[in-house]
């Protein structure tokens, strides 16, 4: 947690990263995927998606198309949201 935010703040500040991050593609990964499963995360599980957060966008796109390992702390939450991401484009 950064200084004294409140739990409410941290998951607000993470929707608004996964929103609003460097390029269109990841914030429509990562946007819906936060609005739909970060409330439900364990404190453990937000603190990967904090580092999932920090990654370069263009290293996590390798990574969702199978064209780069993801950092072994962040490949399960990673994989659990590129399955996400698959499942919404079958829908469309």
């Known amino acids: ?3 004294t935010e409140t739990p ?3 998951l607000k500040r993470m929707k608004m ?3 609003r991050r460097g390029t269109k593609e990841m914030d429509l990964v ?3 995927w ?7 995360l364990t404190a453990a599980e937000l603190d990967i998606y ?5 990654e370069n966008d263009q290293d996590l796109m ?12 962040i490949a399960p ?9 698959r499942d919404r484009l079958r829908k469309v």
């Open 34 to 40: 936060a609005d739909a499963h970060l409330e439900q």
């Open 30 to 32: 990562l946007g819906p």
């Open 77 to 85: 939450l990673l994989e659990r949201i590129t399955a996400f991401a």
């Open 8 to 10: 409410q703040d941290r």
């Open 17 to 19: 990263r996964s929103w």
């Open 62 to 73: 390798a990574c969702l198309f199978n064209q780069a390992e993801p950092r072994p702390e």
């Open 1 to 3: 947690m950064i200084g």
């Open 50 to 54: 904090e580092l999932l957060l920090a």
